[in-house]
């Protein structure tokens, strides 16, 4: 039900979306920057840091447990830390808001710091299940007491010194690895997590970047064993963060599917582990044309254009799903544009995203007029070989700015408006995402 506070928006068929926009910077690499800078000796700068409410939860939180974090008149972040183990206890609960990745990273590194920090969030926040991190934290040690089902709220007690680990992960998940080699910094001896399926791989990065010893070891069938030595000495860093690919696949889709559209996205991350969905919309037929690639920190990174094109519906395979997780439901709607049927499995995690991502999509996608499919973890879409939709529909988001931002880009191509019933939390991850559609539909 919506509330009172609710902002809803409506979104209809729109003019060629043409010109070129930069996008907000990677929430993945702003979260981690302000973590590890908070736990290096020194000043760390970061600019190009994503601003929107989640990122700055995990900063108010680092504030909190003593790291000094400021914000210069011209968007540089500035962060003085206070060393791996040295995290003081927080007065206050830490108020996560809606991130699930702040909580999962955060619980992670109270875990082997001898402090206890109470979490909560929004509705939607505490309705996640934190089990998944809530198992290995407590093999290391950490006395976590957590509401029913394993949510928020939820109090960690960390322990110094905590048990090293060697944790083969049950599921692929990102934050789950990010957890264990978070707290693996502050725990005596060699931590190790074994991942069968690659994940995005930015802590294993950034964590070598600011000095911690680690290394990567990969088997003859693909699973890595990563491995981390603890009480590690992090040295301050200057990062700059990439553009975020899964701000920038709201984009890419739109211009995929609305007639006329050649649009260019600048300085868009393109790590290997996180690129699954250009690859996957050019197999699909999508014209995405890699321009100036480069490596940025690190990582890296091109500007991409794209025009309208037409899709071609495809299976698409499980292996694939890690690398594009976060972007599965707006490619659910560049499906709903292909000629034929595209088939996803492999997707349980979804399921415990910021909604019932499968669910909630395939109820919104047959409001606004398409066939979807939906089984225990993917989505059957039969597309409309390009025509437009019939939109016509009010769509629940759930709290879940990937659904709402997912549905918008519906309503560019339907036939009705696609109403969103509260656009609100976009702002969590893409504060100028209104404010950048509405620059590329006057581009003319």
């Known amino acids: 039900m919506t509330d009172q506070t609710a902002t809803p928006r409506s979104f209809?068929?729109?003019?060629?979306?043409?010109?070129?926009?930069?996008?907000?910077?990677d929430k993945s690499i702003s979260h981690r920057s302000l973590m590890l800078a908070a736990l290096a000796v020194g000043e760390s700068r970061v600019t190009g840091l994503l601003e929107g409410h989640d990122v700055l939860a995990t900063a108010a939180a680092m504030r909190a447990m003593g790291a000094s974090i400021e914000r210069s008149e011209d968007g540089e972040w500035r962060i003085h830390g206070v060393g791996v183990g040295g995290l003081l206890q927080p007065r206050e609960a830490l108020d996560m808001g809606n991130s699930g990745t702040s909580?999962?990273?955060?619980?992670?590194?109270?875990?082997?710091?001898?402090?206890?920090?109470?979490?909560?969030?929004?509705?939607?926040?505490?309705?996640?299940?934190?089990?998944?991190?809530?198992?290995?934290?407590?093999?290391?040690?950490?006395?976590?007491?957590?509401?029913?089902?394993?949510?928020?709220?939820?109090?960690?007690?960390?322990?110094?010194?905590?048990?090293p680990l060697s944790y083969r992960l049950p599921m692929a998940s990102a934050q789950v690895k990010s957890a264990v080699l978070l707290a693996g910094l502050n725990i005596p001896g060699i931590t190790e997590v074994i991942e069968p399926v690659p994940t995005r791989d930015h802590s294993e990065r950034m964590l070598r970047g600011f000095g911690a010893e680690l290394d990567v070891e990969i088997d003859a069938d693909g699973t890595r064993h990563i491995r981390i030595r603890g009480e590690a000495e992090l040295k301050p860093q200057t990062i700059v963060v990439p553009g975020d690919p899964s701000s920038a696949a709201f984009f890419i889709v739109a211009a995929l599917i609305v007639p006329g559209s050649d649009i260019i996205v600048t300085n868009v991350g393109l790590n290997p582990t996180r690129a699954g969905l250009v690859t996957v919309l050019q197999q699909m037929g999508g014209d995405i044309e890699l321009r100036n690639a480069r490596d940025v920190g690190?990582?890296?990174?091109?500007?991409?254009?794209v025009r309208h094109s037409a899709l071609r519906g495809i299976e698409i395979a499980p292996a694939d799903a890690p690398s594009m997780i976060d972007e599965f439901p707006v490619l659910f709607v560049a499906a709903a544009f292909a000629e034929g049927r595209t088939v996803t499995t492999g997707l349980d995690e979804l399921r415990v995203k910021e909604s019932d991502r499968l669910a909630v999509m395939a109820t919104g996608l047959a409001a606004i007029g398409v066939q979807a499919e939906e089984s225990a973890d993917g989505l059957?879409?039969?597309?409309?070989?390009?025509?437009?939709?019939?939109?016509?529909?009010?769509?629940?988001?759930?709290?879940?700015?990937?659904?709402?931002?997912?549905?918008?880009?519906?309503?560019?191509?339907?036939?009705?408006?696609?109403?969103?019933?509260?656009?609100?939390?976009?702002?969590?991850?893409?504060?100028?995402?209104?404010?950048?559609?509405?620059?590329?539909?006057?581009d003319l």
């Open 380 to 442: 059957a879409i039969d597309g409309s070989g390009g025509d437009p939709l019939p939109g016509g529909a009010t769509i629940a988001g759930h709290l879940d700015h990937r659904i709402c931002m997912s549905f918008a880009v519906a309503g560019l191509a339907s036939r009705a408006p696609v109403t969103i019933d509260d656009i609100a939390p976009v702002a969590t991850s893409f504060p100028n995402f209104e404010t950048l559609l509405d620059q590329l539909q006057k």
């Open 103 to 163: 909580t999962r990273l955060l619980m992670g590194l109270v875990a082997s710091h001898p402090i206890t920090a109470t979490f909560v969030g929004d509705a939607s926040l505490s309705g996640r299940p934190m089990g998944r991190v809530i198992d290995p934290l407590g093999q290391m040690g950490a006395d976590i007491s957590a509401s029913p089902g394993g949510r928020l709220p939820l109090m960690v007690r960390g322990l110094a010194p905590a048990v």
């Open 12 to 25: 209809s068929a729109s003019v060629p979306l043409k010109g070129r926009i930069a996008i907000p910077g």
């Open 298 to 305: 690190g990582e890296p990174v091109a500007d991409l254009r």
